[in-house]
């Protein structure tokens, strides 16, 4: 498979986004019911409608790809050369707070590596997308896209982003090696979109996360010149088995 196939992707998926962001702002501004998972986070119908309308977009786009979504239950081991990383609503605890900070996340994998992503967030109507090598976009309003790129670190301190729902004393310790000039938290794979849009310069997250949390928000930020890495420099790579990620560190330029 070219990766020129790709371009017809990303625009399906703008459009598969969006209209899982619609869906969700349904529940959201109206009523939703919510109950826990095995793991105890919570899920909401939200959840499982916008996974569903998901998937089955992607199958008929793709019907050779594997789709990886969080809500699904039989989400096999991993091990796919090319396949589809899908969190349906990531945020569901700000989401469960009537906080509008949630996000629709689609990622394309291939060989390890996220290639293309797109991110929306519905309560503002912001589309984040982007294709490795290619360039990384913002599009506000259904607006004409813009081009957004990662930035290198001021001289006078950083801007750093760090997760509302899941703090961790691990992140505190890793924060107090930095120089920061505003530290802003919040919640979704938005986080990242800041680091690559160049709004912050670092997102560090030692905590657990999945690989959908991740897949489209790393494409993004690497097609905007920045990086998604483990603490110790290495490449987060995806199709692990059991899709959970390691600790993690999003940089800029």
């Not at 939703?32 to 998901?54: C, G, M, W, Y």
């Not at 945020?91 to 949630?102: A, C, D, K, L, N």
Request: net charge negative.
């Amino acid at each position: 498979m070219h990766t020129t196939s790709y371009d017809e992707y990303l625009a399906s998926c703008c459009d598969i986004a969006r209209d899982a962001g619609k869906l969700i702002m349904g529940y959201f501004t109206g009523s939703f019911s919510t109950s826990r998972k095995d793991d105890h986070s919570p899920v909401t119908n939200a959840d499982i409608e916008a996974n569903q309308l998901i998937t089955k977009a992607l199958r008929l786009l793709t019907p050779n790809l594997p789709v990886v979504a969080e809500e699904d239950e039989e989400l096999g081991q991993g091990g796919h050369a090319l396949f589809w990383l899908v969190d349906p609503l990531d945020g569901t605890r700000s989401f469960v707070r009537g906080e509008p900070e949630f996000t629709v996340n689609i990622g394309l994998i291939k060989d390890g590596k996220p290639v293309l992503g797109v991110i929306y967030a519905p309560p503002q109507d912001m589309l984040y997308f982007g294709e490795v090598g290619k360039g990384a976009f913002r599009s506000a309003a259904r607006g004409k896209p813009e081009p957004i790129h990662a930035r290198k670190p001021a001289s006078d301190g950083m801007v750093v982003v760090r997760s509302k729902s899941h703090p961790s004393p691990a992140t505190e310790a890793y924060l107090k090696t930095l120089t920061i000039k505003q530290l802003i938290s919040g919640s979704s794979s938005i986080k990242i979109c800041m680091v690559a849009e160049g709004s912050a310069d670092i997102y560090p997250r030692f905590g657990r996360t999945m690989e959908w949390d991740t897949a489209a928000g790393h494409a993004i930020l690497a097609a905007a010149g920045g990086r998604l890495e483990t603490p110790d420099g290495k490449p987060l790579v995806y199709g692990k088995h059991g899709f959970e990620n390691p600790h993690f560190i999003a940089y800029g330029k």
